[in-house]
């Protein structure tokens, strides 16, 4: 089942502006993941987020966590055309200790050279 | 990252015959591996979940008899889908993920299965 909302669900920009991609759960969780989709591939991790963190960057990347309002954002900075893909929030339920992630619905990001 | 592999990358069979994927965490021990579903423009649906030397755990809505899951190791597992019809072209993906003391690892993903049924 899907609890990730993504907002928005798709979103062009020009290289080298910034984007912003949203990530909401319903409940309470472990971590929280963000991968990378190019068409036809599977999906490449990007980072993972703990529930007592608040922020973590990786390169141009950078993740906010907000555990109280179930909410995440991913943030790619001085985006290139390279950037242009899938992107999904994946969550750990805390009441669930399996391993499974649910995914958000995803957003898709075009960057135009 | 840890690396995971499937084979074969694309597949295409006629309807009725069965199609083997094999799933493989190639550097690292897995102790659960996750089989997925992508439709095309959509987000991951959860197949199924398993555990090495144990049943798969299977997501409501998905028939067991026609995806066989079989994990004979700590790095391998494989998805058979039986009696293949052209409603279950797909692309199927699998993921691995490690569990550490009482910690779960990143869960990581293999590049994908093609399957077209004619």
Known sequence: SQQGEEDPQALSIQEGENATMNCSYKTSINNLQWYRQNSGRGLVHLILIRSNEREKHSGRLRVTLDTSKKSSSLLITASRAADTASYFCATDARSSNTGKLIFGQGTTLQVKP | GAVVSQHPSRVICKSGTSVKIECRSLDFQAT????????????????????????ATYEQGVEKDKFLINHASLTLSTLTVTSAHPEDSSFYICSARALSGHVWDTQYFGPGTRLTVL
């Open chain 2, 32 to 55: 659960t591996m996750f089989w997925y579903r992508q439709f095309p423009k959509q987000s991951l649906m959860l197949m199924a979940t398993s555990n090495e030397g144990s049943k």
